[in-house]
């Protein structure tokens, strides 16, 4: 598959720096490793190398979903990968889902709904801010996913329009005002999933999903260590993200 | 939807142990608070509840893949969820992938790489001992994948079949060894991930996938903290699992 | 130095099992690996070896102040020796110090209190239980560090009888009710700790510390990871504690 | 007790920042809300304020281990408190003990050990650096502990001049060049501790223990995890120191 006008490129550089652009011929791309052709792209496959005017080699890459999500426009805090994943596995997602996702952000999550529920599945985003739609709707469509995606400009208190869907995620500054609206949408033995930066909001959630007769709750976080391999002399980086939110999950009890 | 004979459904107690049967007319489960008639789930819906004889109720709860994954029948240390995840983000799997997967264990990744694909991906499942790949055939085949995977009796050594793939993921005691395998069978910009218990499982693997020229290499761990979240008193739990495995991700270059 | 009668002696078995004893001539002691004569230690030296009657080898050795801590007769929760290490570092106690300790529990943290302060401070050990204040007694003077404690029954709302303390460290269900006594008792400068199991009771107290003008106030946890070692698979143990208690020191301000 | 001329005193400003100064008629000193004139702290208590020209308060403080620990000038990677803080613990270091020190950096961990003998014990700090210990002999001799060290310019391939040491450790890059020299200088039963930031020296490291018949060896880390409390939003730091080094400790046997 060769890399043609229009394609989102990952581009590397050997001191591991990414950046993503689309190809296009007369394009000029500058580094901090000296200034890229773009259109020396055109071609070429991926995993292939084009070079800087100093000779720096850059690796042409197709974009990982993680790569897009990290890429997107943020206007806001965006949910790290790490998070996206867990909330995918643990909510259960499966192709042909319908989710409801309050609170848009950036649209970052809503690229990893889209590709979970792919290619029948559909996924209604709200937000009540005009400019967050906006932005993440034009995320979602560069990345691919515009065509499983209704945003809707909306409040969480004016509740969703959908019933029977499977998952709801809510990822607001109260996320314990989305907990009705979510019990009257989701089906029985759906999920339900938030993110929230304090304790205090994890605890005043939980209280929500029990009094809302929502089951098999359950708190945590997700740390992600790295390490700097090298043979001979192998150790954990010295500083790490050591806080980006908890997630608290929960199903739809029918009583 | 109402569960019906040969529904697999996870019952949930009120003191949150999980089981995942098989629901048959005429079939007594036992369990710690008492025994369950089966048939009494037929023509409820999922969220609905059953009693024990004892009066103790279980909740009725279509299983999400990390349930299916939890409850697969094991003869080998599986895959952990958390771990799961992050590598079906990380190698950015999508749907209509073709992704070759050697040491399949007890299937349990392979069905987040089925569902992963789905519908029209493809799964190469490499093991070299018979027993695992008929216990992992079962286990994929239950969760309702089995149409997606195909199963190859085969040492790392010998290689594999496919070539042009998209992403080669290595669960074995010398991962190196399918290093060059895997550099021959994936396509440019195609994602390679291993995991391993030992840090210098780690280190050996990063130096082989240097030698192959692999780019953007990544290592790093995943730990999952989870919270007792109680009004006013909420806390970390007093234990945890800290340490399941290692991973290791790396992209293919063309040079 | 030989072991005679009546020295406390830790016997490390070949598994790593650790058994604090009184040595004594006719004294029979049982473990897994068969019986010990504690008379045969009498004129060995420590890092020597006696043997059970199966052959089984302990060593003699010298109990640390945290063989001491952990072997302690415990009534309630012990504080774990990291954390008990944190504190004594962090506010900063001095041979010589003056420290008040309220919630006693079994003596554990005196001593490592009285440890700290040797030969000339004085510990001031405040608990409302009796039989708390008791069993911690008995621990102290085993230990050795009788001398230095004075240890008296009273709720911490009735205050401390002593002024210009250099540390108050409370361990204590409602550590905020300890506040404003120990703001009357510490010293300009001096340093104040409080070990809380949840989020909750540490907010709390860092807003009675905050009203009472303490200053440079920290709240953190520590996690120990243990690693399994050996030569070509060493790797982090499976499981480990990951919660003991939050800490939270300040300094008293003169305003 | 007054602040007098000479005395070293902890600034604290209100945006939590501080320095070590040395307080002087006369002297003034610079920090990013103003300046300071240090004589006005002559004459004060702990805990009281001194003001800038722009009326931003300084409080006055009296540094504890911890803070000449942070403080203290250095040529090399000094051992954080937290570290230093267990290794006390873990070798069981009481006053009047005996302690040979290998590698002594800073000097940083000098002044803890240095603390924990006083009054009649003694440090044995070797390095084969003149430049290190000349800095070291400084930095301990201003935090009050000069007395108590003797600094011996030495690689620890030549040995270790003591016998019958309580405890001995090795903070080298190649710590387990100073295993038989340490088990030459240790009592029976006494301890070992080694600090190092790969996991291949920790492995190294232990096997050398284990080949010189060093027992109860015991390898971990220690990570720190701080959170910020403010009332209904409290939650961990963003971001963390996630590596310092492990540490490895062992006793002495006699065999």
């Given at each position: 598959m060769k890399i043609k006008t229009g394609d989102c490129v990952l581009l590397l550089s050997s001191d591991n720096k990414t950046f993503l652009v689309d190809i296009k011929d007369g394009k000029i791309f500058s580094t901090h490793l000296g200034t890229l052709k773009l259109g020396d792209a055109i071609g070429k496959g991926y995993g292939e190398v084009i070079q800087t005017q100093l000779g720096k080699r850059f690796f042409l890459l197709d974009p990982t979903l993680e790569d897009r999500m990290m890429k997107a426009r943020r206007l806001t805090q965006i949910i790290y990968p790490k998070d996206a994943a867990l909330i995918l596995l643990k909510t259960g997602i499966?192709?042909?889902?319908?989710v409801i996702?309050?609170?848009?952000?950036?649209?970052?999550?809503?690229?990893a709904l889209s590709n979970a529920v792919f290619p029948d599945g559909r996924i209604y985003s709200y937000d009540r801010r005009e400019d967050f739609l906006d932005n993440a709707k034009r995320n979602v469509?560069?990345?691919?996913?515009?065509?499983?995606?209704?945003?809707k400009l909306r409040d969480v208190n004016d509740g969703f329009d959908e019933t029977d869907v499977d998952v709801v995620i809510l990822d607001l500054p109260s996320p314990w005002e989305g907990v009705s609206p979510a019990a009257r949408s989701i089906r029985g033995g759906g999920r339900i999933a938030s993110l929230s930066p304090t304790f205090n909001q994890v605890e005043k959630m939980v209280e929500s999903l029990t009094n809302e007769g929502f089951i098999n709750l359950e708190s945590l976080e997700i740390l992600i260590r790295k390490f700097l391999v090298r043979s001979g002399k192998t150790r954990p980086f010295e500083r790490m993200v050591s806080h980006t939110g908890f997630l608290t999950f929960g199903r739809k009890a029918i009583v």
């Open positions: 499966l192709s042909g889902y319908r996702e309050c609170g848009v952000g950036s649209g970052v999550l809503t690229m469509t560069e990345a691919g996913f515009g065509e499983l995606v209704e945003f």
